[in-house]
């Protein structure tokens, strides 16, 4: 039972243009959320979090928007560089459950000049 | 961020025999640390939650007594694959969370075992 899930497993941006990463979920518990980047043969790199209290949380070039109603986040990367071409996963998590991390399937994210 | 450091970071192995990888906290305590694997364009998936001093915790279909968890302090849990196999063949991510509450838990670089 896939809790996250990323329905798109690449996508393909100009450099310059704005990239959308889409997340949904489908655990009502889930009350925290969160946008890793990963290199081949590496750990995830954490980019940016949110909680449910909140509909956007923004640092830098990188937004995150959250849906409760319609248990769907989103990853907005504006302007997109090359060097944020990387496979991106959104992850979840429940209160009280130590920081125990949901992972959705990742989607590759290819930013061409 | 803090710095977590997993090593080895590639081992190769002999069916049979086992394998060890340490997770290490260097620059905080780590209370909670969690094993993840990861199959080619896959997930990662939780295997198990430790706390430091107490027995871990194993995810669904995680078999305990072939990955031996130990989290002997705040610093350093190991993940041991007893007897493995080439199925055994995988990524395999460390993470660990410092402050109690705290809801971000920081990655090591992974290890890649390949089992023969």
């Known amino acids: 039972d896939q809790q996250v899930k990323q329905n798109s497993p690449s996508l393909s941006v100009q450099e310059g243009r704005i990239s959308i990463l889409n997340c949904d979920y489908t655990?009502?518990?889930?009350?925290?959320f969160l946008w890793y980047k990963k290199y081949p043969a590496e750990g995830p790199t954490f980019l940016i979090s949110?909680?449910?209290?909140?509909d956007k949380n923004e640092d830098g070039r990188f937004t995150v928007f959250l849906n409760k109603s319609a248990k769907h986040l989103s990853l907005h990367i504006v302007p997109s560089q090359p060097g944020d071409s990387a496979v991106y996963f959104c992850?979840?998590?429940?209160?009280?459950?130590?920081?125990?991390?949901?992972f959705g399937t990742g989607t590759r994210l290819q930013v061409t000049l | 961020g803090a710095v977590v450091s997993q090593h080895p970071s590639r081992v190769i192995c002999k069916s049979g025999t086992s394998v060890k990888i340490e997770c290490r906290s260097l620059?905080?305590?780590?209370?909670?640390m969690f094993w993840y694997r990861q199959f080619p364009k896959q997930s990662l998936m939780l295997m198990a939650t430790?706390?430091?001093?107490?027995?871990?915790?194993?995810e669904q279909g995680v078999e305990k007594d072939k990955f031996l968890i130990n989290h002997a302090s705040l610093t350093l849990s190991t993940l041991t694959v007893t007897s493995a196999h080439p199925e055994d063949s995988s990524f395999y991510i460390c993470?660990?969370?410092?402050?109690?509450?705290?809801?971000?838990?920081?990655f090591g670089q992974g290890t890649r075992l390949t089992v023969v």
């Open positions: 993470s660990a969370r410092g402050v109690q509450g705290a809801r971000r838990a920081f």
């Open positions: 655990n009502s518990m889930f009350d925290y």
């Open positions: 949110i909680s449910s209290i909140k």
């Open positions: 992850a979840a998590s429940v209160a009280g459950t130590a920081s125990k991390l949901t």
């Open positions: 620059d905080f305590q780590a209370t909670t």
């Open positions: 430790s706390n430091e001093g107490s027995k871990a915790t194993y």
